[in-house]
């Protein structure tokens, strides 16, 4: 056998290896853990979802112990991951780990602390390899004012971004949410264009941060899980818009309504109607902007409810390891 031809075989072998390893990968059910990852203090474990993450995705982290465990924070570059405790096991906490639509690719390393019931310090660490994120770049013609705005709508639009980045760096210390999160509009399975690196008119502007689930003006909009309403009005960009706060970092948003059915300070139950879809904003049709940040990071709401779709908690008010508000 030629040299040549010795080199196309090994090739075909690692293809068929790479995709052998996809579809176990595929086959796992959602919010399955991989093996355990990192080094931890004997008698306690930490796994993850995935050996590895990318731009824009979600991590599901749990923590094991042989003894029950009284607290569990952890710290993924400066930022605190919050864990909370499932119902099965006073031994067991679960963390979601954002990797932000725009974080720098490299090797970044997760710590855990905490104890035992009976005082016992525990801690784990780990090595998390975020990759660069693969994302379509697609060109649009929008109306020329969300192009090229003018001082007042330049100043409006600052405003209601700093008003959103305020309410992503509250940390609710509870959980508000209790059972499975799920697409907020009956019928739709997936979304699109998370991600995607927009040109407008011509001119190059900030990644898509959400998912863009289509359906028709005046489509319900539910609640992907319980929460409390922290933003319902009409924003430049997004048109009308609703924010859910679930506890614990994460956020979720309903952006481009045609009505809005809740008001701030309102508690939901998963599945609540929010609003309707609409084309309100800066739209080229009707659909529902639906985005999911999780400690300030930008993640990809489809994630959520294939991590958390079988998640279930001691208490709808269930207390964070870590009591934090920012």
Known sequence: MSLQASIAVHKRKVRFAFACLAATAALLPAGAMAKEAGTCTPGTALRMSAPESSQGSLLLIEVKSAKPLAEVQGDWGGR??????????????KALLGVDLEKAPGEYELKVTGQTASGEKISCSASVTVRQGRFATEKLQVGKQFVEPSPEQIKRADEEGQKLRDIFDRVTPERLWDGKFRIPVDGVTTGSNFGRRRILNGNPRSPHSGADLLATTGTPVHATQRGRVVLAEELFFAGNTVVVDHGLGIYTLYGHLSEISVK??????????????????????????????????RVNPLQLVRLLGNSSGTSPRQKSSKHRIN
């Open 80 to 93: 605190s991951v919050p864990f909370w405790r499932e119902v099965a096991s006073e031994a067991n906490r």
């Open 264 to 297: 701030v300070g309102d508690d939901l139950e998963a599945g609540a109607v929010l609003g309707k879809v609409g084309a309100t904003g800066r739209v080229t049709g009707p659909h529902l902007h639906w985005g999911l940040t999780v400690e300030r990071a």
